[in-house]
């Protein structure tokens, strides 16, 4: 693995407004400094009241029910359809619901108003996005930090080994890069191979963004990764930060009338502004890491 700081000027634009938080892309990538810190942010989320097997539990279903193959005509080896009626597996999609209860789309009024991009927000500042905030490339750089993949795939790897050691674990992280078990059925026979899943790249959920807005700039053609909006992952940030708008127009999508979250590219005066102070999420959890290490170290 190449032992680079993230946070260097050569790997993304930094804003001079912006405050600086010690975080894992404060250390070289892949050094147990950068390690520790995101596995403290990591293991901060688990609830100390919840038994080993319960945590485990959980991990084990987030980290498996919505997994895909990266490539076309493959499955996921096991995949979550495979691992219905495992204990471990149940309680975990039980615990999950119990946290996080199925809301009907029209009775869900935040559901309505997400969008990828106030997804993202809400994650780094614990909040639904406001008009004039701000989100910016830096910040999915951040939530999106390859230490986070590597320590989040390794407490999954643990859990699974310790819940289910007979079955092969179905995702790897190697040099901050997610790989994917999948399974094909090809000339009569399985076909397996190790696929690696981009999109959960900071780069990559940028891009999507990007191409969103232009895809919105330019009137709504058919096709978003066609002509313009053919963006390569080199090239990306075009855009270095969004703007939210507020809430609407409405919009109608599967028979429901929905009032999304907007944005539209920053401008260099919204860029220059500093952020607001994060009242929960990632970059929150990041400020609380700062203080206790500032206060460890008087």
């Not at 939530?143 to 050691?165: G, K, Q, S, Y």
């Not at 059925?185 to 807005?213: H, L, M, S």
Request: glycine fraction near 8%.
């Amino acid at each position: 693995m190449s032992i680079k700081p993230l946070n260097g000027k050569n790997n993304r634009e930094v804003s001079s407004a912006t405050p600086s938080r010690p975080s894992p892309a404060d250390f070289p990538l892949g050094s147990p400094q950068s390690r520790a810190a995101a596995r403290a942010m990591l293991e901060k989320r688990m609830n100390p009241r919840r038994s080993e097997y319960d945590e485990d539990a959980l991990t084990i279903y987030r980290g498996v029910a919505y997994l895909t193959s990266p490539r076309t005509g493959w499955q996921v080896k096991p995949s979550s359809w495979e691992l219905r009626g495992n204990t471990i597996y149940e309680r975990g999609q039980d615990l999950s619901f119990a946290i996080s209860p199925i809301i009907p789309s029209h009775l869900d009024e935040r559901g309505q108003r997400w969008t990828p991009e106030s997804s993202e927000f809400e994650i780094g500042f614990g909040r639904e996005p406001q008009p004039g905030d701000i989100l910016r490339y830096e910040h999915v750089a951040l939530l999106h930090h390859p230490e986070f993949l590597e320590v989040d795939c390794h407490i999954f790897t643990e859990a699974w080994n310790r819940r289910m050691p007979g079955l092969p674990c179905p995702k790897k992280v190697e040099s901050g890069r997610l790989f994917i078990r999948s399974v094909r059925r090809y000339q009569g026979k399985d076909e397996e191979d190790w696929v690696e899943d981009i999109d959960v790249q900071p780069k990559a959920i940028w891009r999507e963004f990007e191409r969103y807005i232009k895809w919105l700039a330019l009137g709504k053609p058919k096709g978003l990764k066609m002509g313009p909006l053919n963006l390569s992952l080199e090239d990306i940030p075009t855009i270095h930060a969004l703007t939210f708008l507020g809430v609407g127009p409405r919009e109608e999508c599967g028979g429901f009338v929905y009032n999304k979250h907007r944005c539209r590219p920053s401008t260099e005066e919204e860029r220059a502004q500093p952020d607001p102070e994060p009242t929960g999420g990632i970059l929150k959890e990041i400020a609380d890491l700062s203080r206790r290490k500032r206060r460890a170290e008087v």
